[in-house]
């Protein structure tokens, strides 16, 4: 393997605490597999706005076009308003690098308990596709007469034939690729957002006649909510919009387990420029700094990076290694039913990956 240069942004919270873990398991990978990673770290982030004014310097994204990927641990402050870490550090990188793919994978393991009470390891098996970069949150619009009685904010959708086309066939690619005989799930909402999803449900069903031996579904976002919970196994591929992809894929995360195993992947598929991985969960102030948030879901992410990057075998390592600690049950954070802290966990995962 050839350098690969990683650009960290721990973030804010419990980001700079999981971030931590992930690293160690992936330096102890590197020495295993003798592979060559340089890490840079950037102090971007909350903290860097509350100094600063922005969530990163203005030249930003031009530092980071000369890296093979981004490793993020979380952002988000209690004393700044959400859509500013948002439009400020996630959107920007994510339309810049043209990561039109967020991946999202959500597993039922051995060890894990469901909210679901009929649900056994290995019933639920649900990855998440959603469009990463226009959608719901295209951010266009705006907001006249503000602070006024009359103030009007205006949200516009941004649905291109283009932009559905190479998601829904990015799905439909790794459908093929995973060999599940389930049919590959389309979500929409075409009847109440008759222009916008209309064009998704029409990208869908051109894509799909490609691929004639796959099965498929189209289904409205609240019925989908409802099968999710009454039918999760009917579930292998799911693709959505940006909106929907998101609410969607937290609800997966929760009825698998905990949010603290979810694992996100904001993938340029043709590599060309760097793809980020995060865990799902935030950066949760409430415990930050407390030593008892969960790293899996960053480990894990570390792992999806692993396998973006070519390592598929070293990725897969750390996802068995993973899967040890949560059968074994010994050394599993709060949110999992354990008592460990964030350093014990990420030292479980080390010492499991010598006996996988």
């Not at 340089?38 to 890296?67: C, I, N, Q, R, V």
């Not at 993020?72 to 859509?83: K, T, Y």
């Not at 979500?187 to 691929?211: H, L, P």
């Amino acid at each position: 393997m050839s350098k690969k240069r990683i650009a960290i942004i721990r973030g804010d919270g419990i980001g700079v605490e999981v971030i931590e873990e992930g690293l160690k398991v992936l330096c102890a990978m590197e020495d295993r597999a003798r592979l060559g990673f340089e890490f840079t770290e950037f102090p971007w982030g909350s903290d860097y706005y509350l100094e600063h004014g922005a969530m990163m310097p203005t030249d930003a994204l031009d530092t980071l076009a000369g890296f093979d990927a981004i490793y993020l641990g979380a952002v988000g402050h209690p004393e700044i308003h959400d859509h500013v870490t948002l439009n400020e550090l996630l959107l920007p990188i994510r339309r810049r690098f043209d990561q039109y793919v967020c991946l999202r994978p959500n597993t039922l393991f051995p060890g894990m308990d469901s909210p679901l009470k009929n649900a056994a390891p290995w019933d639920i098996d649900i990855t998440i596709v959603r469009e990463n970069t226009e959608g719901e949150y295209a951010d266009v619009g705006g907001i006249q007469f503000k602070n006024q009685p009359n103030e009007i904010g205006v949200q516009t959708g941004v649905f291109t034939r283009r932009g559905c086309e190479r998601v829904i066939r990015y799905a439909f690619e790794l459908a093929r690729k995973r060999g599940s005989q389930k049919p590959v799930a389309s979500i929409t909402k075409s009847n109440a957002q008759g222009y916008g999803m209309v064009v998704w449900d029409c990208a869908f069903e051109r894509v799909a006649a490609d691929y004639p031996e796959l099965p498929t579904m189209s289904l409205l976002v609240d019925a989908a909510a409802m099968e999710f919970v009454r039918r999760p196994e009917a579930f292998d591929l799911v693709v959505a919009s940006n909106l929907f992809g998101d609410i969607l894929s937290d609800m997966a995360a929760i009825i698998t387990g905990s949010i603290g195993l979810a694992a996100s992947g904001n993938i340029n598929p043709d590599g060309e420029q760097p793809s980020m991985f995060e865990p799902v969960h935030g950066s949760a102030p409430d415990i930050a700094g407390k030593g008892v948030a969960n790293p899996l879901a960053a480990i894990l992410s570390a792992a999806m990076m692993l396998e973006h990057l070519g390592q598929a075998a070293e990725a897969e390592a750390i996802q068995k290694a993973v899967l040890l600690v949560i059968e074994r049950r010994e050394m599993l954070p709060s949110d999992m039913g354990g008592t460990a802290t964030t350093q014990q966990v990420g030292d479980a995962v080390l010492s499991a990956l010598g006996s996988v």
